[in-house]
């Protein structure tokens, strides 16, 4: 299937490792020009290398001018951004009766405000043009919130909530708005969970992970490459009348429609 995209611009944040890495290397493989973003520049411009067309941007979106800095570079490199997907790395683990409130406003300032920022420097130029594509890497956290991940289940949750509300409003524009849920990924931030939670419950993490992946409908954690051919498509043009949804991509593991 051709997704349409090729030429566009597509902006991948967090996009060094991981899910952000998959994604950004599945939009290259369509033909996208692709910023691949993250604090460890060096990595960045070697992923960058890799790919057709793509330049390597060294950026921390917590910080104020971040985003900014971010989407100057990607206009400098290649024009307005097309194509936006969102993503940050995931908070400590721990319950919600461990946390206080600088804890939580520090979870907002890393997967709330970025994503705002970031959208409202690239959606003005989206509408204009009449496309446009927001894609937030998430968590199934936002339909089932995990256990021991506090933190995690409450800033996603308000980010969700933040762009069902967007969808709404830009869908009329040609632009759509999602959010992409990954269950258990091979990655590392599920090599860090199943040793937080298998040093909790006192067993070696090997053990842990063979429970986890039975417990999973599909048998097994997915590849970092399934979740990124998915983001792709609903950043493609055979998706243009999704919006406004979170897709999961957890191998049924989440036991709700």
């Not at 709404?168 to 090599?191: F, K, Q, S």
């Not at 040793?195 to 419950?201: D, P, S, V, W």
């Not at 992946?213 to 399934?226: C, K, L, S, T, V």
């Not at 406004?244 to 429609?257: K, S, Y």
């Amino acid at each position: 299937m051709d997704l349409g995209i090729r030429g566009r611009v597509a902006l991948v944040c967090a996009s060094t490792a991981g899910l952000g890495e998959a994604t950004a290397r599945a939009l290259a493989a369509e033909g996208a020009r692709v910023v691949i973003s993250g604090r460890r520049g060096g990595v960045a411009k070697a992923i960058a290398a890799e790919l057709p067309e793509a330049v390597g941007v060294e950026v921390d979106l917590t910080a104020p001018d971040g985003p900014r800095n971010l989407v100057a570079a990607t206009r400098e490199a290649f024009g307005p951004v097309d194509i936006l997907v969102t993503n940050s790395p995931g908070p400590p683990p721990g319950g919600s009766a461990d946390i206080d409130d600088e804890a939580i406003v520090t979870a907002m300032e890393a997967l709330v405000l970025p994503h705002q920022r970031l959208v409202s420097l690239v959606l003005p130029g989206m509408r204009e043009r009449g496309w446009g594509r927001i894609l937030a890497i998430a968590s199934v956290g936002v339909v089932a919130p995990i256990p021991s991940l506090a933190l995690s289940n409450i800033g996603r949750a308000a980010l969700g909530g933040y762009l069902k509300t967007l969808a709404t409003e830009v869908a009329g524009d040609g632009v759509t708005v999602n959010l992409l849920l990954p269950g258990r990924i091979e990655t590392a931030r599920t090599l860090q969970m199943n040793t937080f939670r298998a040093e909790r419950e006192g067993m070696p993490v090997e053990e842990f992970s063979a429970r986890a992946q039975a417990a999973i409908p599909a048998g097994r954690y997915g590849r970092p490459a399934e979740f990124g051919a998915l983001a792709a498509f609903l950043c493609g043009e055979s998706a243009a009348y999704v919006t406004g949804t979170a897709i999961r991509c957890d191998g049924g593991a989440v036991p709700t429609l």
